[in-house]
């Protein structure tokens, strides 16, 4: 962020707006129509996105890579001059950059070199490349393969002993019904029939032993795997609560607090999961105090910046780019 220039993010109207009624009240957040004003912007900021290069994997720029989308927004303002314009921000990063020229600074610069994020998301990359050797490795996918076979091995040799003994059975019975039955005959019968079932028995015995077995040498891969990934989740959620931490907005009684302190109140009054508040929170998350002296606004991706020189807010409008090329849409919701 060392080249980012705040007096870049307020942007003057390219066109003549000198004919537009301005709205009186700030508009319903939750569902309204977008006034001609926040439309115009959105649009003078869509003709700069399309004619700019990016560093950003949309399908126009980057051929090579699989286009992804990027959400954009823009908040129409007047300076401390009274000059009516907007403040443009967009999700996440462009490229590996979370600033830019143009647009508001993110809350937190997470990519900040030798900052805590990037040598955790390390952490988590070794422990990511731990998981794939282990799930790439030779000899794991050996005993699966191996597991796999004899599965399907050991139920063709219990069908088909089954089917004898139920044959053996069927023969039984046909000497019994057609034959004199003696005592000498009728032991041996009998000790045949025992004979088929110890026989099952030892084999159902012998192949649920080394089906274990060879189980058992997964497992070994399997639990090791396991163990990483759950100290993967444990990594990542404490990374993800100190992020969190780091992410600071005033109240409307103009007090500090972080985004975790948020996190509980929401899920305290409104009974929200963790990932539901996240999902509101990139969408409703306008914030600002009752003069309108100072501007706190934040961005889907977390755009945050204190403007004391913004006289007022007029309206706003959040962009989705889902493919600049193919499709623009814009999202009624903040």
């Excluded at 950003?56 to 908040?75: C, I, R």
């Excluded at 994020?117 to 990359?125: Q, R, S, V």
């Excluded at 509980?264 to 996240?278: G, R, S």
Aim: some cysteine.
């Amino acid at each position: 962020m060392s080249n980012f220039d705040l007096n870049t993010c307020f942007t003057k109207f390219k066109t003549d707006v000198s004919v537009i009624n301005l709205p009186k009240k700030f508009t319903f957040p939750f569902y309204y129509q977008p006034h001609e004003i926040a439309v115009l912007a959105a649009n003078e900021l869509q003709i700069l996105i399309q004619e700019k290069t990016w560093n950003h994997n949309f399908d126009t720029n980057l051929p090579e890579e699989k286009a992804a989308g990027k959400m954009f927004g823009v908040l129409v303002v007047k300076n401390a001059k009274g000059k009516l314009g907007y403040l443009s921000a967009f999700s996440g990063k462009m490229g590996n950059q979370v600033a830019l020229n143009g647009f508001v600074p993110p809350i937190f610069n997470r990519l900040k070199a030798n900052g805590y994020y990037l040598a955790g998301e390390e952490e988590l990359n070794q422990i990511n490349r731990k998981v794939w050797a282990l799930e790439k490795n030779a000899v794991f996918k050996s005993w699966k393969d191996l597991l796999v076979k004899e599965t399907t091995y050991s139920s063709v040799v219990i069908n088909t002993e089954k089917q004898s003994i139920k044959e053996n059975k069927n023969l039984r019975k046909n000497i019994r019904d057609n034959q004199e039955l003696t005592s000498t005959l009728t032991q041996r019968l009998g000790q045949k029939s025992i004979h088929d079932q110890l026989r099952f028995k030892r084999i159902k015995k012998f192949w649920k032993g080394r089906l274990t077995f060879i189980q058992s040498k997964c497992d070994e891969f399997q639990n090791e795997i396991d163990r990483f990934k759950n100290q993967r989740k444990a990594m990542s959620i404490s990374l993800q609560k100190k992020l969190f931490s780091d992410y600071k907005f005033l109240d409307a009684n103009m007090n500090l607090k972080h985004f975790g302190t948020s996190l509980k109140i929401l899920q305290h009054e409104f009974h929200l999961q963790e990932l539901e508040i996240v999902a509101h929170l990139n969408y409703y998350n306008l914030l600002i105090n009752k003069n309108l002296s100072r501007l706190l606004l934040q961005s889907s991706g977390g755009v945050f910046l204190q403007i004391p020189s913004l006289e007022s807010i007029i309206t706003f409008i959040l962009l989705v780019a889902v493919n600049v090329n193919q499709y623009w849409g814009i999202c009624l919701k903040v």
